[in-house]
């Protein structure tokens, strides 16, 4: 069997994931829908929803949280893979696939804050703003940094969004969002980022530059 990251982009591959769909469809007993038909809908978006959630079960699309997250040796934030399913403040300004600009927790205030202030608001706008209807669930939290898992809410799919509070009295918080399964992320991972940088404009942050 290939690999759940070759199997989203691979025709034998796709053909199991259909053949699995309608294995599941057949096992579940036929319904009349012409005395409810106000719960075709619902029912339908139910059976689907379950579905592709065996599917993406079978075929474990979470992944495997890769090795080298957190801060490296050069007390930065890991580059991202040569996919097209990353975004990194570590990368090169030059690299318009992959880079992302900084931001500054007081780049917009009259009164600046502390760092704990700071990552308080992180916290809250994390818990509270889901622009991609990804669950987010915090496994990693320091002073200084911050781990979020991003699950998809059908396939189980696994975004990884790191945080980390530069040393030194500059306010500057760097991020990396990556997808742990696939080649492309249909810009998911920036449009996170930037949902997530607009609420935080609200209380006073500010990005390098808007993207």
Known sequence: MA?????????KCRRKLVFYARRISASIPETSYDKHPKLIGRRYIILRSSELAMIGAIFQLSGKKPDYLGVQKNERLALCPATNNCISTSENISDRVHYAPPWNYNGGRKT??????????LLNVIKSVKPDKFTPRIVEKKDDYVHVEYESPILGLVDDVEFLFTPGKNSKVEYRSASRKGNFDFDVNRKRIK?????????????????
Do not use: D, I
Request: with cysteine; glycine share 2%.
């Open 3 to 11: 690999s759940p990251t070759t199997c989203l982009y691979h025709h």
């Open 112 to 121: 600046p804050v502390n760092r704990q202030v700071a990552m308080k608001e």
């Open 195 to 211: 949902a997530l940088r607009q609420e935080l404009e609200k209380k006073g942050w500010v990005s390098e530059n808007s993207f």
